[in-house]
């Protein structure tokens, strides 16, 4: 089971950009805010495994 970590970089009405945090990666993932947990914000972390987004501690 693969894992990825991100962090929110900023929030554009229904999408949300996402930054790899467990890599050295510049380019930003476009993500729908409907994949992600409801009460992101800029900055929270998040985990990807099994094609789910989780809120990291």
Do not use: H
């Amino acid at each position: 089971m693969n894992t990825w970590f991100y962090e929110v970089v900023s929030i554009d009405g229904d999408y949300a950009n996402l930054k790899r945090t467990d890599i050295e990666s510049d380019d930003p993932k476009l993500v729908a805010r409907a994949l992600l947990p409801a009460e992101i914000k800029e900055g929270s972390k998040l985990r990807y495994e099994m094609l789910t987004y989780y809120m990291s501690c």
